[in-house]
């Protein structure tokens, strides 16, 4: 009897232990696995769905045309649940490839778990005729998109609803997630648009069209591109053309993201006597840029301070 007693305990005790376990397993599993392209995509999924596992496959200081599908990449991916990149053919080089090694079909489709934030906004500078003497053109627009605060606003709410879809159990925190993030990104968009009206009519040489919604949402004009051609690194020729573009004295920076090489830039600003301007491109790129809100607060103030600065010289 006393065996038999015993005995009961132990399954009671492995029952109990296996439910816990269970119960353990059941929460991991409720945690969804955010996989995203780039650093900017990981801080908005940050802000909509903070209990999530998140993980960004490119850092603010690297070229998010071109990435290595690492193996590190490829495991990261099969583990996803949700995969969220910027689309317009920016990962056109390394996604698919990524997509095929990881072999996860829940991440193939944008049915599924695949969410691409181009499709879910207007891009600006598509391009109807597109051949390979153009370099590598966006032809399906500019998918720079994250600096567009109007944009982002969609996108976050795209992204919500497909957080709902694979999810719908936590349905209520999401919209809850979506309306905070949606009156903070709204007021702290009113402010960028009211700092933002220093910088109107400022032109800037520009590397690559990173920072095209940007200058479109305050009005800076990028009046020629260090790139030759999308995605060709600077040529002396070329250089020479944009350093007798800077004599006409109108332009006030040349602008580069932090991940971009500096060479050409400083060669032109040491022969022009511009001021070379280093944003981040996002999140990460610089350490003022924690989160999509000061990215924001900062690339302005970079902006602001040096366009101040060239206006005071020109007294
Ligand atoms: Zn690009």
Redesign the pocket.
């Known amino acids: 009897m006393l065996w038999l007693w015993g005995l009961t305990v132990h399954i009671n005790f492995k029952l109990l232990i296996s439910g816990v376990l269970l119960s353990l397993s059941q929460q991991a599993f409720a945690q969804v696995n955010i996989f995203t392209c780039e650093p900017e995509y990981a801080a908005l999924a940050e802000e909509l769905a903070p209990d999530a596992r998140i993980y960004s496959a490119t850092t603010a200081m690297q070229d998010p045309?071109l990435v290595q599908a690492r193996p590190s990449l490829i495991a990261k991916m099969r583990q996803a649940d949700l995969v969220v990149c910027a689309g317009a053919e920016?990962e056109i080089g390394w996604l698919p490839m990524l997509q095929m090694k990881a072999a996860n079909a829940q991440v193939r489709s944008t049915d599924k778990g695949l969410f691409f934030a181009a499709e879910h906004v207007d891009t600006l500078d598509k391009m109807a005729n597109v051949d390979r003497s153009m370099g590598d053109v966006?032809s399906l627009g500019n998918?720079?998109l994250h600096f567009s605060p109007e944009r982002m606003l969609l996108i976050a709410k795209a992204l919500t609803k497909k957080l709902v879809q694979l999810d719908a159990e936590q349905t209520e925190a999401y919209q809850q997630r979506l309306q905070s993030f949606s009156k903070r990104w709204q007021a702290a968009s009113s402010k960028w648009q009211e700092v933002a009206s220093q910088l109107k009519g400022m032109k800037v040489i520009a590397y690559?069209?990173?920072f095209r919604y940007l200058f479109d949402f305050v009005s800076i004009e990028q009046v020629a591109d260090l790139e030759p051609k999308p995605g060709l690194p600077p040529t002396s020729t070329h250089l020479a053309s944009l350093l007798k573009r800077a004599k006409q004295g109108d332009i006030s920076a040349i602008v580069v993201a932090s991940y971009q090489d500096l060479r050409g830039a400083n060669w032109l600003a040491e022969k022009s006597s511009l001021p070379v301007i280093v944003l981040p491109l996002s999140v990460g790129g610089n350490e003022q840029s924690s989160d999509l809100f000061s990215l924001y607060d900062n690339v302005l103030d970079l902006l602001i301070q040096e366009y101040n600065a060239q206006k005071l010289l020109a007294l």
Request: glycine share 0%.
């Open positions: 045309h920016l966006h998918p720079h690559h069209s990173s």
